[in-house]
């Protein structure tokens, strides 16, 4: 892939690296080309003897972080033009930040490598990028989307936020305090946040999709994965806005439901639940944009 610029964050607590479950995809994940020098100039594996390193991992991986990211930059700034967003994308998924983010979860380290290559190929922006991005394709296939984007979501807000915040700054607007808008907010102003939206508190942040984001905290401390099952009702008079169901799952059972005229609406009511169920008092635990 060719080199991006991205964004470097000391400070930030990550959440924890889910697991991949199948040794054969973990072990594949951490292969490096440069074990078996294979060629680079074929056009198409043997289908009996495909290469056994992480490339296609990477490649897979690249693409469901782009659509994972992508969609929680609609959902957090709703109003931004493609433009601006792609910019504030490509920042938030550029090569320093996937390496940073490989080194906090030590990936590096884990890379099965060439050893006379090993030392110079740890230290690479380049190669600790693609070692994340082989992660991310190894844990949708082990895991599936939903799983994987619980985990980025969290992992990636705060690089959002940041890049949000540069990329305002490239054009010449002034820095915004308010925090993101949901996405179910009719209209934005010229800053992309919802107009007469007085400056963020925790009590306003539970309003706007905190929710779900501090219930994927909890339910990712616990190591625990949450399965969304969705389903619409359409009664008479709903046939072009059906009411959204959706159910959070956990080994089977159903731990808290909730209705929304989107998804993403239903899965935060959802999510209100559940902390409701664990007793969270959410108005004291959501922080400040």
């Not at 990211?69 to 792609?86: D, F, H, I, K, N």
């Not at 939903?146 to 807000?157: G, M, P």
Request: hydrophobic letters at 35%; proline letters at 9%.
């Amino acid at each position: 892939m060719p080199a991006k610029q991205g964004l470097e964050l000391p400070g930030v607590k990550i959440p924890p690296l889910p697991e991949i479950s199948d040794p054969a995809i973990r072990e594949q994940v951490f292969t490096h080309r440069s074990v078996n020098a294979l060629p680079t100039h074929i056009f198409e594996d043997d289908p009996g003897n495909p290469a056994p390193d992480n490339e296609r991992l990477e490649h897979l991986g690249d693409a469901v972080l782009q659509l994972a990211v992508t969609q929680l930059l609609q959902e957090y700034y709703p109003c931004l033009r493609v433009g601006p967003a792609t910019k504030i994308r490509s920042l938030a998924v550029g090569n320093s930040t996937l390496a940073d983010i490989a080194v906090k979860y030590n990936l590096h380290q884990q890379l099965n490598l060439h050893r006379a290559q090993a030392i110079t190929l740890k230290s690479s922006t380049h190669i600790r990028a693609d070692v994340f991005e082989a992660y991310v394709g190894g844990l949708f296939l082990d895991k599936g989307l939903d799983s994987v984007k619980e985990w980025l979501y969290i992992l990636f807000e705060p690089y959002i936020r940041e890049a949000y915040r540069v990329v305002r700054r490239q054009h010449g607007l002034p820095p915004v305090e308010s925090s993101p808008v949901h996405p179910t907010s009719p209209s934005c102003d010229q800053n992309g946040h919802a107009p007469n939206t007085p400056p963020s508190t925790p009590s306003s942040w539970s309003a706007t999709g905190g929710h779900l984001s501090l219930f994927n905290q909890f339910m990712q401390q616990q190591r625990k994965t949450i399965e969304w099952i969705y389903s619409s009702d359409r009664g008479p008079g709903t046939k072009t806005t059906p009411i959204w169901r959706v159910q959070a799952m956990l080994n089977g059972l159903c731990i808290a439901e909730g209705r929304g005229s989107t998804k993403k609406a239903a899965q935060n009511e959802a999510a209100k639940a559940g902390l409701d169920g664990l007793d969270v008092k959410v108005n004291e635990r959501l922080p400040r944009a």
